[in-house]
């Protein structure tokens, strides 16, 4: 019988962003649980400056040694007067049949990466250049999600040209006494602040700018449950089971720390249990946002669920974590997909995906020449 070819897979990890090392984790454990007898993987780290590390050396920072120590090793090798680069070390690897991108935060979930695959007309995991784009921007998700009638929670924009105009009285009068401020373009909690009086709001705003120069203030909602639901699909997407998050009392909400450095008093029901109607219309709420962005493969759907059972629709995760706590491969395990089932899936979907946009023609009509 004839051997079949092993998939040849372009994994990336790593990147500018603040989750640096949370995409590190994500990396690891999806490599582990790939089958090796399906896929023959070159790894290709993202430096912290969003260079790009050949195989040989990103495994030596997988297999433990100092990432730091590695890039001050390889960077001399590097011509940078090249334009390419940063993305030269892509060439070593010869016939990539598809590219896995695990780069959370910006880079990964903005658009950039996928923009750079399709100019390697590579297929790739994951959603597309504007979807991407449009997702990770949370202003631009909520301008969709209410386009398209899903709940979400009020907010405003502010900017360095109208933060003189955002006072917290103003604030307090168009959205609610209780803020939350977030970085438009953050993941994993970066940047967020909740606000109860107006030096709190000051303060958060200030610590916001740092990471984005659009920040939303959104109202808050009272003693939430948060609410996270996973899909999978392209045209046809499909819905996990729902999972809630119990984050300590004395925690505000599910920030960074209680996330990645200390998750000892965070607690997870997977699947929870929730009315039924509830549970069918934060599924169907996830479904039509996934839709209306036009996402492909996969995404995490986070929502605010209050205490009078209505579901705020949060934010939306293209390329969720795959840490060892994080929830959107835990919800289709207990949707009975297993992880190496998960991550076969998504690779089949990145494929078809490909195979879809390539049918798309194009017609080039000569000019004539002057």
């Known amino acids: 019988m004839e051997t ?12 500018n962003s603040s989750e640096h090392d949370v995409s590190k984790r994500s990396a690891h454990n999806i490599y582990d649980a790939m089958d090796k007898n399906k896929y023959d993987v070159d790894l290709f780290l993202l ?24 890039v001050a090793e390889e960077m001399p090798k590097l011509d940078m007067s090249d334009p390419l680069a940063p993305i030269k070390n892509l060439a070593l690897a010869k016939d990539i049949d598809i590219f896995y991108p695990v780069v959370h935060g910006n880079l990964g979930e903005d658009g ?34 209410t386009h398209h009638h899903i709940q979400n929670t009020k907010y405003v924009v502010v900017t360095p040209e109208n933060r003189e105009q955002m006072t917290y009285a103003y604030l307090q009068a168009h959205v609610g006494d209780h803020l939350f401020i977030k970085p438009a373009n953050q993941g994993s909690s970066v940047g967020i602040h909740k606000a109860e009086n107006e030096q709190e709001y000051l303060d958060g ?13 959104e109202e808050s909602i009272d003693n939430p449950r948060e609410v996270e639901c996973s899909i999978l699909g392209n045209e ?7 999972g809630a998050i119990d984050v300590p009392k004395t925690d505000t909400f599910y920030d960074y720390n209680n996330k990645f450095v200390d998750a000892s008093g965070v607690t997870f029901e ?47 995760n293209t390329l969720p974590g795959f840490t060892n706590i994080s929830l959107y491969p835990k919800l289709w395990e207990v949707s009975g ?6 991550i076969d899936q998504l690779i089949q979907l990145g494929f078809d995906e490909f195979k879809r946009q390539s049918e798309i023609h194009y017609d080039f009509v000569a000019l004539d020449a002057e």
């Open 4 to 15: 079949q070819k092993k998939i040849h897979v372009g994994m990336l990890f790593g990147g």
């Open 47 to 70: 430096t912290k400056d969003g260079i790009v590390l050949s195989d040989a050396a990103t495994r030596r920072v997988f297999d433990g040694e100092p990432e730091d120590q590695v």
């Open 112 to 145: 950039t990466l996928q923009g750079l695959f399709k100019l390697l007309k590579k297929p790739y995991v994951g959603s597309g250049v504007l979807a991407s784009a449009a997702s990770f921007d949370k202003d631009i998700t909520k301008q969709i999600l």
């Open 205 to 217: 705003l200030a610590d916001a700018f740092k990471y984005d120069y659009k920040i939303l203030v």
């Open 236 to 242: 046809d997407p499909k819905a996990s089971k729902l």
């Open 270 to 316: 997977l699947p929870v249990e929730l009315p039924a109607d509830l549970t069918q219309r934060i599924q169907q709420m996830s479904l039509d946002a996934f839709k209306a962005l036009g996402l492909k493969g996969m995404a995490r759907v986070d929502f605010l669920v209050s205490e009078d059972g209505e579901p705020y629709l949060g934010e939306i």
């Open 337 to 342: 997909i297993s992880y190496t089932d998960l």
